[in-house]
């Protein structure tokens, strides 16, 4: 398990191969389920076209949870698209992991806390700019007044706290979840007995790791709608 | 990250990008943040898109389709409640001629059977009157007869020749005795 991240640096800014290589493979599967489910539209679904709609319906239901669907309807693009990357990347570095020279290449994204964070952030950053988009400038300053005005600390507060804990507690869920797998797979490969041993754990942990991955990917979804409601309704 | 405050205080201007760079991938955010913007933009186009037409579409023609359905519900009971009037109507009128026909023969009926017993009557009269004169006839013919063969007999027996007239008067009075006394 102690293996580094590949890195180079270009423009004088540092990037990692690894997570460029993953985000982009992630992105192909999404983008491939997706255009796939939704080729042959019918007006009577079948097959993934259920499916597709199912995760629509889903997403809509969560929207729908938090706010008014007038509101909500231009968040639903998002949350789609937010689950389903979620969901994959969490998916991704579950069968394996490849690590080439000591180096970590395949894995899963979600992994990464530079990415689950810059996730996080750009949630955050979308709910302050539908938030001064749908209230105004006034309203929404307004609102880190209400209703005590001396709360307005802990309410700044609350926003950077809101972002860590949503990118964090992905990036968690799904680092220690591949820690365990790797854990469980050098244990495998280290004896027959090793084998013997680490199969059962290592199965329930992978069927628990897909468990976990959809149930982030859903948390993930619901409290971005969460804070998306927080900051475009009226009637708080 | 406490000390890559410190390092970065420590020499703030030259090494800043390059100390970050030990820490933080920069570009690790930027290229999520692309990937994950050129994703979603793609997908509103070549899948989310679609979808959601092609679901609204099944939402109208579903909303069309109930009120079809209730329309058509609305038409087929008015139908139904227009046929029932017809129905009763229709009803009504048949009966109403099965007992005006009821009544009609009835009455024919009736005019037949008096008509036919006064028939009756008037064949029955006619022949007891023609019977009655047919028997005045017989007996006036028989009458003569036996007058005329009374006269051939008497004037036998007697040998002689007496005025007729006499004689005729004489045996018309017995014959009306012989008569009555039948």
């Known amino acids: 398990m102690n293996h580094e991240n590949p890195q180079f640096i270009l423009f004088g800014i540092g990037f990692n191969p690894s997570n460029i290589l993953m985000l982009f493979v992630t992105c192909l599967i999404v983008f491939l389920i997706a255009v796939a489910s939704t080729r042959r539209l019918q007006m009577k679904p079948t097959g993934m076209q259920n499916f597709m709609e199912w995760v629509m319906d889903f997403v809509k239901g969560i929207i729908k949870n938090n706010m ?45 806390p530079v990415i689950t964070l ?14 001064v988009k749908q209230l105004g400038m006034g309203k929404y300053l307004k609102s880190y007044f209400q209703p005590i005005p001396f709360l307005a600390p802990l309410k700044i507060i609350e926003e950077f706290a809101n972002t860590l804990t949503l990118g964090l507690r992905l990036y968690g869920n799904i680092f220690a979840g591949e820690i365990l797998i790797g854990l469980l797979a050098t244990l495998g490969a280290s004896s027959i007995f090793g084998l013997a041993g680490a199969v059962i754990p ?35 | 990250m406490l000390d890559t405050f410190v390092l970065l205080s420590a020499n703030a201007d030259a090494g800043f990008l390059a100390s970050l760079n030990q820490r933080l991938n920069l570009g690790d955010i930027i290229v999520t943040v692309v990937f994950f913007t050129i994703l979603m933009v793609l997908l509103k186009k070549f899948a989310w898109g679609p979808l959601m037409g092609v679901m609204d579409q099944r939402a109208q023609l579903i909303a069309t389709e109930i009120e079809q359905a209730e329309a058509s519900r609305q038409e087929s009971a008015k139908l139904l409640e227009e046929q029932r009037v017809l129905l009763k109507e229709a009803r009504e ?30 064949m029955k009269e006619s022949a007891t009157l023609e019977i009655a004169t047919e028997k005045e006839k017989a007996v006036a013919a028989v009458r003569e007869e036996f007058v005329s063969l009374s006269i051939l007999a008497a004037s036998k027996v007697l040998g002689k020749e007496i005025s007729e007239e006499d004689n005729r008067a004489l045996i018309e009075e017995t014959i009306v005795k012989a008569g009555e006394g039948r």
């Open chain 1, 68 to 112: 008014d669907w007038k509101t909500g309807g231009r968040f639903h693009v998002l949350g789609i698209t937010l689950i389903m990357f979620v969901f994959v990347a969490n998916m991704i570095g579950l069968p394996f992991a490849i690590v080439w020279d000591h180096q970590l290449w395949w894995k899963s994204p979600t992994a990464d």
């Open chain 1, 118 to 131: 810059t996730l996080a952030a750009t949630v955050v950053a979308l709910t302050h700019y539908y938030g």
């Open chain 1, 202 to 236: 290592a199965l329930a942990w992978l069927g628990f790791s897909v468990f976990i991955g959809a149930i982030q990917a859903f948390i993930f979804v619901m409290l971005t709608m969460v804070y998306m409601a927080h900051k475009v309704s009226t009637d708080h």
């Open chain 2, 93 to 122: 009128s048949a009966q109403s001629i099965v007992e005006n026909a009821k009544k009609q023969g009835d009455t024919q009926r009736e005019e037949l059977i008096m008509a036919a017993r006064a028939e009756a009557n008037r």
